[in-house]
């Protein structure tokens, strides 16, 4: 009886694990995480333009944003692609 406590103790591990993963997951791919992404990346080179004294840090600080954003959309259509093509499972 002792070896299906452990067993059970052990499944339920998993599970707790593999919801953690799955959280984790979704949080990577969501549109909340990009977006919050977007905006301190933007924060932080329109303070740092304005620091160096660029004209207009805050509307020159929308370009870089925007280019990070699309990079973070476009890494999903690439992780795919790697793992269909170069991925070699073991």
Request: glycine content about 2%.
């Amino acid at each position: 009886m002792e070896e299906i406590s452990k067993l059970r103790l052990e499944v339920e591990k998993i599970k707790r694990r593999n919801a953690h993963v799955e959280t984790d997951k979704a949080w990577e791919a969501s549109w909340a995480r990009r977006s919050l992404l977007a905006l301190f990346t933007y924060i932080a080179i329109a303070i740092y333009l304005q620091i160096i004294q660029i004209p207009d840090p805050w509307l020159n600080a929308v370009v870089p944003s925007v280019g990070f954003m699309l990079s973070t959309l476009t890494l999903s259509f690439f992780k795919q692609q790697w793992i269909k093509y170069m991925y070699k499972r073991k």
